[in-house]
């Protein structure tokens, strides 16, 4: 006689915010798949919908408090996870029908919420997730989170308060679940945290065995052993401590990506006092010469805050001389804006909107005139990419160079015959400010 299984609950998931926060989401919904749940894809075939909030900026809580309406609005059943769950008095203030509110990374809290508003119904065959667990990224690249919460206080900053103080993940774990990973079908490993340079500060850099060797829980030897494990590896959120200087090298041996994601944030020194950092911005200009030396093809990508509080045009000139002469790679920049909390918003001097757009404008204006000369310059070379997308007939990929989401992308042509996740020599025929043009070799 046949066994007639009930039909397990549907999750759905919303997920905003950082790489970091898509990672928490990430395990959630694996720790809900191993419980039997099902995924939705929409609002109207959830039981319950799960909304991960960012909470960075005042924007960033306006568009998670406009997705948890949605959510209501759509579906009724609503549980709020991640940065905005420290604020669980305004969510409840504006929507009072929300089933349960969470802080970020507090996954047993929202998988017990999901269990009380959701049961799940006894089945020993639903309890079924592959074992690198559930993604939502494409299958060739995953995010790979080697710690949490963050050490500085900056003026302008509240993860600190969001997610507490640095906390590392054992290298050994690390480096499971990377190899999860790549046997699962990862063929790019984007190393995140809030500070990837200070990992494993907190536990004094204590090293554990991993396949018969000592590993320490250190940048450089979690990097060196990633690159060991065959696929690209990618370093974000990377502050330039001196250490640093210690995984240009690797970059030069191919063991990880000649890729740098360092949040300057500014180069005034008194900018960089005011927003309580680092200000050895010289020095900073000699070791991105230094690191060219060692790996040529190393590209750095940033991003700057502008109009931060008692910057004048005099700081501002200064920032703009310094990318001058940094000439980095990929730029982002934010016009300073007030988030609750931070201590920044005490501060005196501040520049008043249309100044902020101005700068924020020339800023934009020049490094996307260094992007597009550098760019230009990579024109006739052939270059390593991974393919992201198939068309009809042409590609979209991404070089070394370029981080997905927020870098730019290689257009192919006549590659209609490649497929997701393959890594391929291209030809680069044309390049424009953000993006480059070309054809795989045969």
């Known amino acids: 006689m046949a066994t007639t299984l009930p039909s397990p609950p549907k999750i759905g998931m919303v997920s905003l915010g950082c790489p970091k926060n898509l990672v928490d989401s990430e395990r959630i919904l694996t720790k809900l798949r191993s419980d039997g749940y099902q995924m939705s894809p929409d609002y109207a075939g959830a039981d319950v919908v799960l909304v991960n909030t960012c909470g960075f900026l005042d924007s960033a809580k306006e568009e998670s408090l406009e997705a948890i309406g949605e959510a209501i609005a759509e579906n009724g059943r609503v549980i709020v996870t991640g940065c905005m769950g420290k604020e669980a008095e305004t969510i409840r203030a504006r929507f009072p029908n929300v089933l349960a509110v969470t802080g970020a990374h507090q996954y047993e809290e929202v998988v017990g919420a999901v269990h009380e508003a959701a049961p799940m119904p006894p089945s020993a065959f639903l309890n079924l997730v592959p074992e690198s667990g559930l993604k939502l990224t494409p299958r060739h690249y995953s995010y790979l989170k080697i710690s949490e919460g963050c ?20 290298p050994d774990a690390i480096l499971r679940e990377a190899e999860k990973l790549i046997e699962a079908g990862t063929r790019e490993l984007l190393v995140i945290s809030q500070d990837t340079s200070a990992y494993g500060v907190d536990i004094r850099h204590q090293p554990r065995m991993w396949h018969g060797e000592e590993v320490r829980a250190h940048m450089t030897d979690l990097s060196r052993e990633l690159g060991k494990l065959g696929a690209w590896v990618r370093l974000h959120y990377v502050y330039p401590y001196p250490h640093v200087d210690q995984v240009i090298p690797l970059m030069a041996e191919g063991l990880i990506l000649p890729y740098l994601d360092i949040p300057f944030q500014h180069a005034s020194r008194n900018v960089l006092k005011l927003m309580k950092r ?72 501040p520049v008043p909107e249309e100044i902020k757009e101005e700068r924020y404008a020339r800023l934009m204006e020049l490094t996307a005139r260094i992007s597009a000369e550098k760019l230009q310059a990579k024109v006739g ?59 795989p070799l045969a």
């Open 151 to 170: 050490n500085h206080r900056c003026a302008f900053c509240i993860i600190p308060s969001l997610r507490g103080d640095l906390v590392s993940r054992r």
């Open 278 to 349: 680092p200000a050895n911005e010289t020095k900073v200009l000699e070791r991105i010469k230094n690191w060219r030396t060692i790996a040529p093809d190393i590209a750095i990508r940033s991003t700057f805050v502008v109009g931060f509080p008692g910057e004048t045009e005099d700081d501002f000139a200064y920032l703009m001389d310094w990318l001058q002469e940094a000439q980095l790679d990929r730029v982002g920049a934010f016009r300073f804006e007030p988030v609750e909390g931070a201590a920044a918003n005490a501060l005196p001097d």
């Open 381 to 439: 070379r052939t270059l390593d990419v991974i393919i992201d997308e198939i068309g009809e007939d042409g590609a979209t990929g991404r070089s070394k160079a370029d981080a997905p989401e927020i870098d730019g992308e290689v257009f192919l042509r006549d590659a209609g015959h490649l497929t997701q996740g393959d890594i391929v020599r291209v030809e680069i025929e044309d390049a424009d400010e953000h993006d480059l043009y070309g054809v």
